[in-house]
């Protein structure tokens, strides 16, 4: 029973839609609920460890990524304020602080990229935004490693446990900060840990891979200097852009069929998991990552890296700035680097370099 672009997969007991139209017009689709909470990752929770993370599956039943309808969209309302194009243009001078500070310490110990640069502008440049500015990138990046390690393989005891322990933390140390998160739920302790979290986990390795994969981009195809020449900004937003293209950071989205519902020939019965592939490759193969870079090439917007319909990734805006942030300081500090080693993250959910070695200069051309 498989379709163009759409398959059943009896191993995993789900559906895989691949065709990006299709992918387009699913997100849309009323009958397929964003409720996948407990089919994707509740199902798979070693009994042993359900009582002790409950307040960290009561959070996650909170996040209204994973909510529909008018729950969703008053929870949306709360902090679509933060996130506008206008609201994130104001930050354009501490991300561009940010950017510049990563970069010249990076320009001055050398190593590897990821960590340096790519974690470190994910963080500071959302937590500028939600003003956790006093909260300590590394326990940030650390907190929504441990998020997003439960959510891939929520079978593992210990990844629930680690889990919880970050949610605990981040709940002693964002919750009582006075400026955090202006606006949001100020009476509401539980509503707001739910919404830091979910910012903070949809936000930190998305966004890292997305630098990642624009450093990596800028450097292979030697677009420094075109970049760092260019006041406007438009060439290092083309990078960003193009990265975007070539790698979604996140490999699918998930549904679930309220309803049957038809995907392109197929007829998908109520009940059932439906994975949406962000890439138009199958979700449940083993994922190729490019050996060489692509060349560049102009950007096409028609990706679907932010996914689309009324979960269309809120920090799009701000992860597009901080990416275009990084991008221009490290060609302004670094044009002349070249790559001496990437090795890519093993998960095909949260993609990009797991690590990216750059050499400040050298004179001969390298596009690995
Ligand atoms: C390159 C970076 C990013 C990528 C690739 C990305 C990707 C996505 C995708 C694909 C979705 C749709 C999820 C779905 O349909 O189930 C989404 C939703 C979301 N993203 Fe992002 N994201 C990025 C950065 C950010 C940042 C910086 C933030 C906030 C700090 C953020 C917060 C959210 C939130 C809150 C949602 C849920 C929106 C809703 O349900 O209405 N994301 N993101």
Redesign the pocket.
């Known amino acids: 029973m498989s379709a163009p672009g759409v398959r059943y997969d009896a191993t995993f007991d789900c559906w895989v839609v691949t065709d990006p139209e299709l992918v387009r017009r699913a997100?849309r689709e009323p009958a397929l609920s964003?409720q996948t909470l407990e089919a994707a990752t509740v199902a798979f929770l070693p009994s042993e460890v359900r009582d002790e993370c409950a307040p960290l599956l009561d959070t996650l039943r909170r996040w209204?990524?994973t909510l529909d309808g008018e729950p969703?969209r008053r929870r949306?309302q709360a902090v679509a304020h933060l996130f506008s194009p206008r609201h994130v243009r104001a930050f354009d001078g501490a991300l561009t602080e940010i950017a510049e500070a990563a970069v010249g310490r990076y320009a001055a110990r050398g190593g590897d990229a990821v960590p340096a640069i790519a974690d470190v502008v994910a963080a500071q440049g959302?937590a500028a935004l939600l003003d956790l500015g006093g909260v300590p990138h590394e326990r940030l990046t650390a907190w929504a490693r441990s998020v997003s390690e439960f959510l891939a393989t929520s079978y593992r005891a210990d990844r629930a446990r680690a889990a919880q322990a970050a949610l605990d933390e981040m709940a002693a140390s964002v919750l009582e900060r006075p400026g955090a998160l202006p606006g949001v739920a100020p009476d509401d302790p539980a509503e707001r840990l739910a919404t830091v979290s979910?910012?903070l986990f949809?936000?930190m390795e998305?966004?890292s891979g997305?630098v990642g994969f624009a450093l990596w981009y800028l450097v292979a195809n030697q677009l420094s200097d075109r970049v760092a020449a260019d006041p406007s900004g438009a060439e290092a937003e083309t990078v960003v852009e193009r990265a975007l293209e070539l790698l979604?950071?996140?490999g699918h989205?998930a549904r679930l069929a309220l309803r049957p519902v038809r995907i392109g020939d197929a007829e998908v019965p109520p009940g059932a998991l439906v994975l949406l592939a962000?890439h138009g490759e199958d979700v449940l193969d083993q994922p190729e990552m490019p050996a060489r870079c692509p060349a560049h090439a102009p950007a096409r917007r028609d990706h679907l890296?932010?996914?689309g319909g009324?979960?269309f990734?809120?920090?799009?805006p701000?992860?597009r700035a901080i990416a275009g942030a990084a991008v221009t300081a490290f060609a302004r500090a670094l044009p002349s680097a070249t790559v001496r080693e990437l090795r890519w993250r093993d998960s095909p959910t949260f993609r990009g370099p797991a690590s990216l070695v750059l050499s400040p200069e050298t004179s001969e051309p390298d596009r690995r």
Request: with cysteine; charged share 5%; glycine share 14%.
């Open positions: 997100l964003a209204f990524v969703h949306r959302i979910m910012l949809g936000g998305t966004t997305l979604s950071p996140i989205v962000l890296a932010f996914g009324p979960h990734c809120i920090g799009a701000l992860a």
